[in-house]
């Protein structure tokens, strides 16, 4: 059934992308066009349970003041909200750092009760500030995810990393898709999410470099990210409050840029190349988002969709008119430092 459900999450992801691409820009327009798709009501109530990853809503640690004797013991409150989703949270992790954020160590957590989940750090030297942030993980592969620093070092150099991107939801197992079914070039494997003050940045990984697909005939490869603050109970919420990145490096044919946003302001969706910029380094994908975005702005807390691709099959575009391939899980990020000092 997820399996399904997911499918169809990721057309309707598709579907706005590549109804704002070829023009439909009243948002009830869009959302029409989605409701013609095959089915759609029917996985309606099962697709809504995929939008509530593992949220987390307490922590403690003992000791408070650890010496460089004591292990240290975290208790966490994590689950999946029980009235929106029957979704379960089946792993937990404590993840820490005892230099700063330049290697992370990671303890999974022991579940307690359905809501608690006990990690254990060990014990540290004397003097030191160890970081520490949670990650869990749902029956559905959604996960929750605190990101502990901020990234630094935009533009990407050649054969390093970006500082501080971590693991966001993984797409469905096998997560190398088989090439007669998703092309190399289209086949998620996963995508690592980062952030500082003004910016968002997504890396969705690729198994091969992105490219264009084909004008003729007319295979238009898409990649998008999409980023949502709020879902409240409608999934074409989806439509009204997304934020989604998309690079397709041929949609010159169709007069739009090859990397640019969309969103919706006020009742109409629009498309905007000032708020992103898109980087292909060391083979991999890069958006680099704005928090600013038409009169919205990300807070520290919003749901992410880390990558999904497919292919624009014809420029008069309706909902059968584009393709799907791959998707990753939603995952919920929470920018949040936290931090103890062995005595
Ligand atoms: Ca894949
Ligand atoms: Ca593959």
Known sequence: MFRMVKKTVLAILLTITMMTMV???????????IQEIGGIMDVFKEMMATLYPPELHSVKIEPEEPTA????????????????????????????????????????????????WVGKI???????????????????GNVYLELPCKVSGWPIEKDKELSC????????????????????????LGAKIGYD??????????????????????????????????????????AKESYVAIYAPLAEVGNFEPCMTT???GTKAVTDTDSIECKIENKQLYFRLKRKFGDKKIGNSYKLVGGATGAALSLTM???????????????INEVSRSYKVK
């Open 122 to 140: 060990p014990p540290q030297e004397s003097g030191k500030e160890i970081m520490y942030y949670f990650k869990a993980k749902d029956s559905a």
């Open 69 to 116: 004797n004591d292990e240290v013991t975290v208790t966490a409150e994590i689950y999946n909200d029980f009235d929106k989703t029957d979704l379960e949270t089946i792993e937990a992790y404590v993840v820490y750092s005892a230099d700063g954020g330049k290697t992370w160590n990671e303890e999974e957590m022991d579940q307690k009760d359905d809501k608690t």
């Open 23 to 33: 023009g439909a820009q009243d948002i009830e327009e869009i959302i029409s066009g």
């Open 318 to 332: 309706g909902p059968t008119s584009g393709t799907y391939y791959d998707y990753t899980h939603f995952t919920l």
């Open 165 to 188: 991107m971590f693991d966001s939801a993984l797409d469905d197992e096998p997560y190398d898709d088989d090439p007669k079914k998703v092309p190399d070039d289209l086949d998620l």
């Open 263 to 265: 969103y919706a302001k």
């Open 197 to 238: 003050d003004e910016y968002i940045y997504i890396n969705p990984i690729l198994q091969a470099e992105a490219s264009g697909g084909t004008t003729n005939p007319t295979n238009i490869h898409v990649y998008i990210s999409l980023i949502v603050q709020s879902v409240s109970g409608n999934v074409m919420d989806l």
